[in-house]
Structures are given as C-alpha cells and as structure tokens.
C-alpha cells in the first residue's frame, strides 16, 4: 500500500497520548483538585482493589472447582459453606464495610448551611450562566465561566431553564442535575486556584456534547479577578496568569490554563 | 420432574393402557398442528411456534440494534466523529438502548418462557394460546414501526429512558418521541399478556403431583419473573400514557409550571426500570440452575436458598429504583436508604452465584459448549455485579453516574447476565428445537470472538468514565485524551459483532444442516427431554406425572409416554387439552380445552394497533372506531368459553375421570382476570403515587382553587357510585341464580345500572376544570378516564353475562362470564370509590 488511511495517521499519536496521560485530562475524576473529588477517587481505588480482589476469589474458586474431582460431603455441610458461608456470610461482611464507609464519605459531602460562598448555575440549552459574589458584594453574571474562592468551601444553587441538565466539575467533586423548577445545593471547593473544566452530565438535545464551561478558582487573599464570560475577547486576557495566580499542586495533575474556553 | 441431575430407574408403571406411538402421534398433530401455507402463519396459537417466532423475531431486532451498536462506535472512534450528524446520532443511541431492552431482552425471555415452560412442566400448551399469538402480534407490529421510524429519520431522540421536559412537546416537537411512547406501550401489551400467562401456566398448567416446592428451578425464576412484569410494567405504561396525553392535548403532568414536575416521570420511568434488570436476570439465571447441575452430573446445591434468593429479589428490586437517581437532589436520609437496598440486593445474587459454584465444585463439570458460554457469563457478570455496588455507593455514584462507567457496567450486567446465558440456552435447546446436533467449532469460534470483543470493548470502557467522559455525546473534540480509549473500543466492538454474526450463522447451520439429535443429548432429568426431537405441535402424546404411588416423571419416561401411558392421552375428543392442577401440590382438577387455530388473535391485535396508529398521527377523532373494532374482537373471545349445554368428565387415566374447563368456576381464564387485575391495581397504584407525589412534592401546589364541590357534581358521583354498587349486587345475583330464569332479569338490570353509572361520568366529565390549566384538573381527567375504561370492561362483561343467561350458557356448574363480570364489577368500584374520595379531600382540605 502507498498511502496509508487517514485513521491510521491518528492512532499512532492517539496511543501514544493515551499512554502519557494515564488517569489525568481536565476532565478526570482520577486527578482530583478538591477534597470532595479526593475522597472519592480514594473510594475508588479501594473498591477497585477490593473488586479485583473478590473477582479474582471467584473466578479462582471456579477455576478450582472445574478441574477438582466429584467431592462426597453432605447436603447440608454443603450448603452451609457455600450458601451460608460464601453467599450471605462473605457478601454481607463486604457489603457492610463498604455501605458504611460510603455513608460517612457521603455524609462529609452534603451541603449544609453555614455561610459558605454561594454562587448562582443556571443551566439552559446549551450553555451556562453563573452569578457570584463580585468585588462590591452584589452579584455579577457571566456566561460560561464560574469564578470561585479557592482553598474554602462553595455552594452552589443549580437551577435550569427548560431542560433537565447536570452540572459537574470532575475534579472538583460529584455532579448535581439541574432540573426546571428546583434550585439543587451542591458544595464543592477548589484547593489552588486554577481553571477546571466542567460539563453538562445529563444528556438535554443536540447542544449536549458542546455544553461546557470552566470554573476559575482565584486567590481570595489577592485581587479579585474581573469576572468576564467565556465568549469575552478579553477573556484571552484572562486566561493568563495574572492576576490568577495557579499555584502548582503537588498532589495532583493541575491542568493547563486552558488557551480557549468554553465553546 | 424434580431437578435432579441423574436419571433415575427406568419407570414400569403405566396410567392408561399403552397404545401404538405412531397412530397417537397422527391423532394429536391432526388436532394440534398449524394449519398449511400462509393461513397457518396468520393463525396458529401454538406456543412452540409462538415461542419460536418470538426468540427469532428478537434476534433480527437484536442484529438491527447490534448495527446501530457499531455505528455508535463508529461514530466515537475518533475525537470529531464526522460519521453521523448530532441529530442522527441522538436517534441511533436512542433506538439502541430501546431496541435492546424492549424489542430484545424482553421478548427474548417471553419467548423463551412460551416455548419453554409448557414442555418442562409436564403439558401441552400455555394456559391462553390464543393470548400468546396476540402479544406475538403487537410485538412484531409495534416493533416494526419502531424500527421503521428510524428509517423515516424520526426516531424516538430523547435517550431511551426519555426524560422529560427533553421529551415534551416543547422540547422534542416532532412525531420521535410519539413514536417511543405508542410504540413501546403497544410493544408492552405482548409483556403483560406474557406476564399473566406465564404466571397462570406456573400456578395452574403443571405435570400432576409436581408440587410447587419441587418443580423445576426455572419454573421458580420464571415466576419471578412474570410477577416482577405484573407490578413492574404498569408504572412506565401510566407513566408513557401520561406523557403521550401531554405531548398531544397539553394536560401539564410533568410541565413545573403548571403543577407537575419532571422528577414524576423519573421516579415512574425508575420504578418499571430498576425491576426491568431483575426481569431480564432471573430467566437468564434460570437457564444457569437449569443447564450447570446437568453439566456438573450433581443436583442444584441450595434448592431452597435459590428459591428464597429469587423471592428476595423480586421484593428488593422494587425498593432501589432511586439509586438511578442521586443526583436529582433527594433528601440525604433517602440516599442513605436506597443505597442501602441497592447495597442488599447483591446478597441473594451472591446466594445464587455461589450455590452455582458449589455445584460445580461438588460435581465433575464436563465442559461442552453451553458451559463455555457459563463461563462468559462468570467471568463478565461478576464484575458488572461488583461496578453495580459500586455505583450504589452514594459519593462513588456522584461521579460516576451518567458517564461511559455506567455505560460499561450496564453492559456487564446485560451482556453478562442475559446474553451470554441465552446463548447457552439456546444452544442447550437446540436440539430440541431442530432435533439436530451443532455443527463442531462453530460456537466455540463465536464464544471467544463474543468473549474477546466484549471485554476488548467495555473493560477500558470504566477509564473512560472515570476521565470523565459522559454517555450520549456525539464528539469530544477537546479532549484527547479519551481518544485511545474509544478507539480500543470501537475496534473490538467489531470483534465482538463478528463474533454475534458467526453466532447466528451457527445456530442457522445447526438448524439446518446439522445431524440429526439423539434423544436427550445431554442426559438431563427435567420433562422437557421426555419429548420427541425436535419437539412436536402437542409436545407429548400423553402427559407425565405421578399420582398415588405411581409415577411417569422423568425424561426417561419418554417411550411410555409417547405410547400413551401416562395422563390424558391423544386426543380422541377432537380438541386440544392439557391438565389443569393446584397451584400448590399440583393435583389434577380439571381439564382445560385450549383453542385451536384462530386469525382472531391477529386482528384483535390489528384493532389494537389501529387505534396506536391514529393516535400517532393525531386522527384523534377516529379513535372510536378503533375502540368500537377492539370491543367487537374482544366479544368475539368470548365466543368460545362457554357452552349451552353440559359437557362430560373424561378419561385422564384408566380410573381418573375429571370434568372439562366447561363445569368450573376457577378456570385459568378466571385465574388470568384476577392477575389482570393485579397489574391493574398497580397503575392504578402508580397513579394515585402520582397525585399524592404532585401534591407534596411539586412546587406549583396547591391548586388554584376548583369548582367541582357543586351539587350538581355531587349528584353525578352519588349516581355513578350507586349505578357501579346496584350492578355489583347484580352481578352477585346472577351467579346465586344462574339455573333459573331469573338470571337474565338480574343480569339486565346489571346491565343498565352500569349504563346509568356510565352517563353519570360522562355528565362529570362536562363539569371538569379545564385540565390544561394545572395537573391536579389533569389527574382528574386521567381518574375519570380510568374509571371509563374499567367502566366499559365491566359492562361489556355484563352484556356478555345477559347473553350467557339468554342463550342457556348458565348451568348448575356453568358460569358464563360472571364470575369475571363481578370482578371487574368490584374494581371498578373500588378504584373509582378512592378516585371521589381523593377529588373531595382535595375539595375540602
Ligand atoms: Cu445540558
């Protein structure tokens, strides 16, 4: 073959991406930025050790039990190891370890009201439109961008306009629908400022691939940012460092500043 | 007949005199086949080829969903994925989920259970042959336009659990969602027609002396499973209606604006849709008890366990259906809960996994073909179960929730606990379908090209979620690194197409090439093996059973049986007959004469399907032309349930007489009204849920104030009440008196009662509110429409009752219609007393 198809162009590269970025990407719930986001991608990771570990149990037990020859023991010595022990002794031990602890993790998550910042998501087809506190207190709106204190606790007010959608930060935490009719309570808090990507979770019609925005969390000790849309031409501007300042996170993949916004 | 893995001693014992096998087998296909050509196409009832046509005509849908499966990966290979516009693409993912769930996964296991269960409990036919081939014909109708809209370009686009407001007129203008709405509520009357017949046939239509507590375990799971489709199936029709008189009269039941609220749909959608997984497992996990104990040469371990396993998951599936719904914003208390129940329900599946391997372990597995596809199973719904619990974790499934996670972990539990068994089903059956052996090599080349290809698609799948990709998007330009991830899977999805293809081309070869079976190949002891191969028309010249110390109950009974030696052999009244026992110990009561060929079925479901496809093109107007076509069809099945005249007990064996389903009251036609009427009284559940979670939990409440509280609407409730309790009385009356002349009088009177409490609804239904101005005057209409509808049930049921009485069609021991008549007469009643009680408490309060 002289040329090669197209495709084959973009799989070598989209490999070798794959490869290099492991669990990380803007939008990975593995690459946490916030505590809420943090607990569960430890959660996570112990359910995965703890799943592999019981799919290997079984897959080994069936392995065994394929090639052991025909065993004599009676009915009822039987039953009370496989159904007693390995059914509702084994099952019930795992299950309740893990329900408590997704109990507390979950419980640590809620919102709760003790006057935390709170900001304004107003989800519609398709975009975002988000109101926080400005410089002089009163709210100010922007498209497409939430900006946050960074390192503190922020609620927001999720509401939509026409369709169901749901808003989500992976790296920040969980994500909340916004349906007609109700404001949802979601808490959430960026450790370092920076810019994370968010999208909508709940498929709402056409716009839904495109429906995204970013979340900016500044330093609340420095000078507020101006709070400008994503469609704004300074935004450009805005995506510079200054006066966000990013300051690197150890503990996690921080994203890129991201050179364009939300589309 | 029990589950025993081993066959027992040969059986010497005999019920009737033995008589030449080939003679009885032409007297009982005379009686039992299709008819030649087209006309028996159009009009057989019988569950073999009912059955047959199910599980096929669920394939082709399952390749044309498998398709569009391949255009979504296609479509998501790369990052831009300018395969497909947004717009085609919402319909294709759409009619994916769709297709796969109600016109396969559903279908497949009616299909399975009609074919199935007549030959493994020991009998002839399922308890309504008549209703098997209805529910074949609104299936394979109401699939097609479903399939054929997509052709059209306006197929349903909203996802295929159809939230709203995406899905209200507003939001999706277009016939799409119609198409959705009617097409799978007209689909869904072929599983509520299943439902009460596979329950009635498990209950009623066994060998004689099989006990419930020792059938077959798959009887067990099927049981589940047609209940679990009783109460699981009515809160999505209320809830498919509901929307469908939203999107085409504008009555606000889930517009927030105007007293309703999105969230109701959710939680009647999740309602059916959680029960729905548990509907697809249990058939599937009862092929697995069925096939591994006769693979393993050792009975099931834990017949018990299993059978309390199955019950705990048919009460457990209805409590979780919240858990696909954390993220709406509940109260934290109900998080706690439903992730608890979400949690629990892995415990009876883990009771029923490990009784599955402590079988094996106790016996010598041999590993043939069906064991191969166990193995699929095994190995891919153990991790679909474990990402399953995970997701019940409340804080996990904040992140995961809606992401290709779910889609990956669904996929385990379908393809793992509904495919993989079926294929093991369906080759163990095989021979007894075709009568011929596989073609070697074939299925194992399919199983790993399946095996490799699912995993190689959906196990990296989980990363993607986890890197946050969400489900349903059509491009993800922005984010390169998803890319390696979606292309892996898309090229194995290939595989794995490849894989169902040469799957399908193996069961064909089978079917048509392959050498002839021997009996019982695989040497199981369930009755389905004590037939002839492949399976004829009547199933069995004589049926097995045991009765007073003698017993033909075993596959190894199969030559005495088909000489004649067990119950009620051939068919020498020129009628089609099974045996009718109790529910519980399975003793022979009577005899049921089943119908023979009839093109009823076929244009009752036309009537049905006439009346969809006028709703679907808003020729509203002409609906009761349709309603007047199905209420003739419906009068016409009647016809031939009653009889002027007394008929004789006949000879079930040599000194067993019983008595034809002629002199009874409980017949399995009364049995199936009064299950009817279970599904019934959970819509009517779901409805009243509806208006008691509107009130409380919708934000436009209360209602502006009504004006129903005047006399004159007080008059009308009073007159329809008294009209609904006068026929009930009548009713009652009729049956007291039914050898005496009388009956008619009191039967006309019933009759005319039912007329006036008819026109007493009617005068309310002038009286109501406008019902596009707030969902409580809509939910009034939808109380005052059920109770019409119940209303002309009951009286045609009337009618039918006068005619009965007029024509001599009562008797000392006949009963006509009208043990039915007062049962629809009583939930009538009923249903429609809580309505006016609910109306003035809403009034007052
Ligand atoms: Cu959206």
């Known amino acids: 073959m002289l040329s090669r198809p197209r495709h084959l162009n973009r799989l070598v590269p989209a490999l070798a991406i794959g490869v290099l970025t492991g669990c990380g990407g803007p939008l990975s719930t593995l690459a946490p930025a916030g505590p809420a986001a943090r607990e569960i991608a430890f959660l996570w990771y112990v359910m995965l050790l703890g799943g592999t570990a019981i799919t290997v149990l079984v897959m080994g037990l069936i392995a065994m039990a394929l090639r052991r020859r025909p065993a004599d023991d009676s009915d009822a010595r039987a039953e009370r190891v496989w159904i007693h022990g390995w059914g509702l002794g084994f099952s019930a031990v795992v299950l309740t370890a893990l329900l408590a602890t997704g109990i507390v993790i979950g419980e640590r998550m809620l919102a709760r009201d003790d006057g935390a910042p709170r900001v304004q998501a107003i989800a519609m087809q398709w975009g975002w439109q988000f109101a926080q506190p400005g410089p002089d207190g009163n709210p100010v709106t922007t498209d497409g961008i939430l900006y946050v204190p960074a390192g503190q606790d922020f609620e927001i007010a999720i509401e939509a306009r026409d369709v169901i959608h749901s808003f989500w930060v992976p790296q920040l935490g969980g994500k909340m629908d916004a349906i007609p009719g109700r404001v949802n309570l979601h808490r959430l808090r960026a450790d370092a400022p920076g810019r994370y990507e968010g999208l909508c979770a709940e498929f709402c019609g056409i716009g839904h691939s495109d429906m995204r925005f970013e979340v900016v969390a500044y330093d609340p000790a420095a000078p507020l940012p101006p709070f400008l849309s994503a469609d704004d031409p300074q935004d450009a501007a805005a995506a510079q460092p200054d006066p966000v300042q990013p300051q690197p996170d150890p503990a996690s993949s921080q994203p890129d500043p991201a050179p364009e916004t939300t589309r | 007949m029990t589950d025993a893995a081993q066959p027992s001693a040969p059986v010497t014992v005999r019920f009737n005199t033995p008589r030449r096998a080939l003679s009885l087998h032409r007297e009982m296909a005379q009686v039992w086949d299709d008819e030649p050509g087209l006309r028996g196409i159009l009009s057989s009832v019988n569950h073999g080829t009912i059955g047959r046509r199910f599980m096929i005509t669920a394939f082709v849908f399952f390749a044309i969903g498998g398709v569009l499966s391949m255009l979504i990966r296609a479509q998501l290979a790369t990052r831009d994925g300018a395969f497909l516009d947004t717009a085609l693409y919402n319909q294709v993912f759409t009619m994916h989920g769709s297709i796969m769930m109600f016109l396969f996964a559903i279908p497949m296991l009616e299909g399975l259970a009609l074919w199935l269960l007549p030959k493994i409990l020991g009998a002839r036919d399922m308890a309504f042959p008549r209703l098997s081939a209805f529910g074949y014909w609104c299936y394979l109708i109401g699939g097609t336009v479903i399939v054929l809209s997509l052709v059209a370009g306006v197929a349903p686009d909203g996802g295929w659990f159809m939230y709203v407001p995406l899905a209200d007129a507003t939001h999706t203008p277009g016939i799409n969602a119609d198409v959705w709405l009617l097409g799978v509520t007209f689909v869904e009357i072929s599983a509520m027609a299943a439902a009460v017949e596979i329950t009635v046939t498990i209950l009623r239509v066994r060998a004689p002396g099989m006990p419930l507590s020792r059938m077959p375990l798959i009887g067990w799971y099927l049981l589940g499973t047609s209940v679990m489709m009783l109460v699981g199936f009515p809160p999505l029709i209320l809830g498919s209606i509901l929307l469908e008189v939203e999107r085409a009269f504008d009555l606000p039941f889930f517009d927030v604006a105007r007293g309703g609220d999105p969230l109701l749909w959710q939680h009647l959608f999740w309602l059916f849709g959680h029960p729905e997984v548990y509907i697809i497992f249990l058939p599937a996990a009862g092929a697995l008890s069925t096939i591994i104990p006769v693979l393993s040469g050792r009975p099931i371990l834990g017949y018990g366990a299993i059978v309390a396993a199955i019950i705990g998951l048919v009460f457990l599936s209805f409590g979780l259906w919240v858990h696909h719904m954390f993220t709406v914003g509940i109260p934290h208390m109900a998080l706690a809960f439903f992730s608890a ?224 030696e067990g119950f009620l052999p051939g068919a020498p009244r020129g009628q089609r007959e099974t045996l ?266």
């Not at chain 2, 069906?370 to 190995?379: D, E, R």
């Not at chain 2, 894989?499 to 695989?522: C, E, K, T």
């Not at chain 2, 479901?605 to 209420?631: D, E, K, N, Q, R």
């Open chain 2, 341 to 564: 129940a979400s949690v629990l329900v892995a415990v009876p599946t883990a009771v029923q996994i490990f009784a599955w391997i402590g079988t094996m372990w106790r016996g010598q597995v041999q590993f043939r073909l069906p064991m191969l596809y166990i193995m699929g199973f095994f190995s891919t719904f153990v991790m679909g179960g474990l990402t399953g619990v995970m997701l019940a974790i409340v804080p996990f499934n904040w992140q995961a929730h809606d992401t290709a996670f779910v889609t990956a972990h669904l996929h385990y539990v379908l393809i793992g606990g509904f495919v993989f068994p079926m294929m093991a089903a369906v080759t163990w059956w095989m021979p007894l379908l075709s009568g011929r052996w596989r073609v070697r090599g074939l299925g194992e080349a399919a199983f790993w090209l399946i095996f490799i290809g699912f995993h190689g698609t959906f196990f990296l799948m989980h990363l993607t979620g986890l890197l946050g990709m969400p489900r349903r998007i059509a491009v993800y330009p922005d984010n390169p690194e998803w890319e390696w991830l979606n292309l892996t899977s898309s090229i194995f999805g290939m595989v794995m197409s490849a894989g169902f293809a040469l799957y399908a081309f193996d069961i064909v070869m089978q079917a048509l090439f392959g050498r002839r079976s021997w009996r019982n190949p695989w040497k199981a002891a369930t009755l389905d093996w004590a037939l002839p191969l492949p399976a004829p028309s009547y199933n069995i010249a004589s049926l097995p059973g045991s009765m007073g110390g003698r017993a033909l109950d075993t596959a190894d009974a199969i030559l005495p049986l088909a000489r004649g």
């Open chain 2, 580 to 845: 009718v026992v109790t529910a519980g110990s399975g003793t022979p009561v009577h005899v049921a004469v089943l119908p023979g060929n009839t093109t009823l079925p076929l244009v009752t479901s036309l009537a049905v399907g006439s009346f969809f496809a006028m709703m679907l093109s808003g020729l509203y107007l002409l609906t009761p032309i349709a309603i007047a076509a199905i209420l003739w069809a419906g009068w016409r099945w009647g016809d031939i349930m009653g009889r002027a005249d007394d008929s004789d007990p006949v000879a079930v064996t040599d000194d067993l007489m019983l008595p034809q389903h002629f002199m009874q009251r409980e017949t399995l036609s009364l049995t199936g009204v009064r299950l009817l009427l279970v599904a019934g009284a959970t819509l009517f559940a779901s409805l009243l849920f509806g208006v008691g979670f509107l009130t409380v939990v919708a934000p436009g409440w209360p209602a502006p104030p009504g004006s129903l509280s005047g006399t004159p609407v007080m008059i009308a409730m009073a007159v329809a009440l008294t009209g609904m309790v006068v026929a009930l009385l009548a009713a009652h009356r009729v049956e007291t008196v039914r050898v005496h002349a009388a009956a008619r009088s009191w039967a006309l009177l019933g009759l005319a009662a039912n007329l006036m409490a008819l026109i007493a609804l009617a005068g309310l239904a002038a009286c109501l509110d406008d019902p596009t101005a707030h969902a409580r005057d809509a939910l009034r209409v939808v109380m005052l429409g059920h109770a019409a509808v119940y209303g002309v049930t009951a009286t045609v049921l009337a009618a039918r009752s006068w005619r009965d009485a007029a024509t001599g069609r009562l008797g000392a021991l006949r009963f006509g219609a009208v043990p039915a008549w007062r049962l629809f007469q009583g939930f009538w009643l009923v249903t429609a007393g809580l309505s006016v009680v609910l109306v003035v408490a809403q009034e007052v309060l």
